[in-house]
T-cell receptor, first 116, second 112 residues
Framework: GAVVSQHPSWVICKSGTSVKIECRSL??????MFWYRQFPKQSLMLMAT?????????EQGVEKDKFLINHASLTLSTLTVTSAHPEDSSFYIC????????????FGQGTRLTVV | EDKVVQSPLSLVVHEGDTVTLNCSYE??????LLWYKQEKKAPTFLFML????IEKKSGRLSSILDKKELFSILNITATQTGDSAVYLC????????????FGKGTKLSVKP
């Protein structure tokens, strides 16, 4: 099946710094990618929809100035957590769907962010 | 409000038992229902269901959708410890590429 690669798998950063997470679709072009956040023992919560060549669409309650999304090409979307704080510590997962019609979502491996 | 509700939230069984996980939904413009298995990292795809009454099977796992009653079940027979995971149900709905909404998951623990 299709593969989505996410990097890094885990990152520890200091409060106030920024962290960039990359999401790549390896064998298909993804005009749209999705970023989720998952708290312990909770389900995936959609943060934003990343659209190639245009601005991301953020879900209600998600700060767009804090979680910067860039979808510069058909195979790469990035999520930058700016001025990170400990409460931003979480598991972030990206996904993409093959635009040719099949609606299964393929997930990246996820990134465990810890802000100290 | 669109929503996906899974039950039970957690389940503990012994190896060899059969389990049934439930997923009900309320969405506008339903397109498909998906089941995922999540162990330590990202979810892995199990099934996608679009039509009512057609069972999908993969080894000891099977799933079926009832679009009239708006629910799906995931069955696992002869459970093994490796089946321990969180099972997520997601519903794709709406136009264009659609929206994907997840249930909270069922945490399954299979004891030896």
């Amino acid at each position: 099946g299709a593969v989505v690669s996410q990097h890094p798998s885990w990152v520890i950063c200091k409060s106030g710094t920024s962290v960039k997470i990359e999401c790549r679709s390896l064998d298909f072009q993804a005009t749209t990618m999705f970023w989720y956040r998952q708290f312990p023992k909770q389900s995936l919560m959609l943060m934003a929809t990343s659209n190639e060549g245009s601005k991301a669409t953020y879900e209600q309650g998600v700060e767009k100035d804090k979680f910067l999304i860039n979808h510069a090409s058909l195979t790469l979307s990035t999520l930058t957590v700016t001025s990170a704080h400990p409460e931003d510590s979480s598991f972030y997962i990206c996904s993409a769907r093959d635009p040719t019609g099949f609606t299964e979502a393929f997930f990246g491996q996820g990134t465990r962010l810890t802000v100290v | 409000e669109d929503k996906v509700v899974q039950s039970p939230l957690s389940l503990v069984v012994h190896e060899g038992d059969t389990v049934t996980l439930n997923c009900s939904y309320e969405v506008t413009n339903f397109r498909s229902l998906l089941w995922y298995k999540q162990e330590k990292k990202a979810p892995t795809f199990l099934f996608m269901l679009t039509s009512s009454g057609i069972e999908k099977k993969s080894g000891r796992l099977s799933s079926i959708l009832d679009k009239k009653e708006l629910f799906s079940i995931l069955n696992i027979t002869a459970t093994q410890t490796g089946d321990s995971a969180v099972y997520l149900c997601a519903v794709l709905y709406g136009g264009s590429q659609g929206n994907l909404i997840f249930g909270k998951g069922t945490k399954l623990s299979v004891k030896p």
